[in-house]
């Protein structure tokens, strides 16, 4: 008769970042881990971008993943080996320790990806992202994934959105930029990474123009976008949804196995005190 096979040893993991208290992070990678049995812990620190590569260089072999938020996506490209996705975004939130080569990778962009899918909308032709910052740029990419030919981005300051223009060309996309106040054309998917407040002024005329209307924001929850595109028969997405299909990823990545995203739903959804869906 065979022996058991040894138990997984223990490993830590945790997020960085700056303000890092309120993250959701923990909570839904334990309860990943208690779903798969493992004896890991996931922490979270307050960490900034000078401080970065000190803190990852005084880890010790017991550590193998962390999650970055801002502001240090950026600077974790330069952690490791970079995954071609990440390389494209030109932003990382991903990092698996090892002591034969850290390898950095982008979950941002297969969470979103994950949650439109998992809403029904498997691929999307036209596509509105509000805002031009740096989650922006993960959003075109997502876009591009989920088969979009065309994208608007919609921004206070349209300059800043002509960044995109030469991603949006590498990806194939057709990119139109406009100004915030601009009419909004009839999307499949809209997608908002603007700032708590910043959408609520025109929540009706962007709630209607999307089948899909995803709000990057979380808690509060629901903000006046998502109540809009609820009560107009849309789709509606939350932050929590991208943050559970990043997480279930980074998972995936740091343990090796595999977790389903309702575990990870259910515990963040506990954690902010809902009882329904997001």
């Given at each position: 008769m065979s022996a058991a096979p040894p138990p997984d040893p223990a490993r830590r993991c945790a997020v960085l970042g700056s303000p890092i208290e309120h993250s959701l992070?923990?909570?839904l990678h334990q309860s990943a881990y208690a779903k798969l049995g493992l004896d890991w812990s996931y922490g979270r620190y307050e960490v900034t971008e000078p401080e970065l590569p000190g803190f990852v260089a005084g880890l010790d072999p017991s550590w193998r993943g962390l999650s970055l938020t801002m502001p240090l996506k950026v600077a974790a490209l330069g952690l490791g080996k970079v995954d071609e996705l990440a390389a494209l975004v030109g932003a990382a939130n991903t990092v698996v320790l090892d002591p034969g080569g850290n390898r950095v990778y982008n979950t941002d962009v297969g969470g979103l990806v994950s949650a439109v899918v998992g809403a029904g909308a498997e691929r999307v032709d036209r596509v509105t992202i509000l805002g031009a910052g740096a989650t922006a740029r993960s959003s075109l990419v997502s876009a591009a994934r989920l088969g979009a030919s065309r994208v608007r981005v919609v921004a206070r300051t349209p300059a800043k959105a002509e960044r995109l223009r030469p991603l949006a060309e590498s990806l194939g996309v057709e990119l139109e930029v406009a100004d915030w106040l601009a009419p909004l054309p009839v999307a499949?998917?809209?997608?908002?990474?603007?700032?708590?407040?910043?959408?609520?002024?025109?929540?009706?005329?962007?709630?209607?123009?999307?089948?899909?209307?995803?709000d990057a924001i979380?808690?509060?929850?629901?903000?006046?976008?998502?109540e809009a595109a609820k009560a107009a028969g849309r789709t509606?997405?939350?932050?929590?949804?991208?943050?559970v299909g990043q997480a279930v990823l980074q998972v995936e990545l740091m343990t090796?196995?595999?977790?389903?995203?309702?575990?990870?739903?259910?515990?963040?959804?506990?954690?902010?005190g809902r009882a329904g869906p997001a």
């Open positions: 992070s923990p909570v499949d998917l809209v997608v908002s990474t603007v700032t708590a407040g910043s959408a609520d002024d025109r929540a009706d005329e962007i709630a209607a123009s999307g089948a899909v209307v995803f979380y808690d509060p929850w629901p903000t006046p976008l998502a509606v997405l939350s932050g929590l949804d991208l943050l090796g196995r595999q977790v389903e995203p309702a575990v990870l739903m259910s515990a963040g959804r506990t954690a902010l």
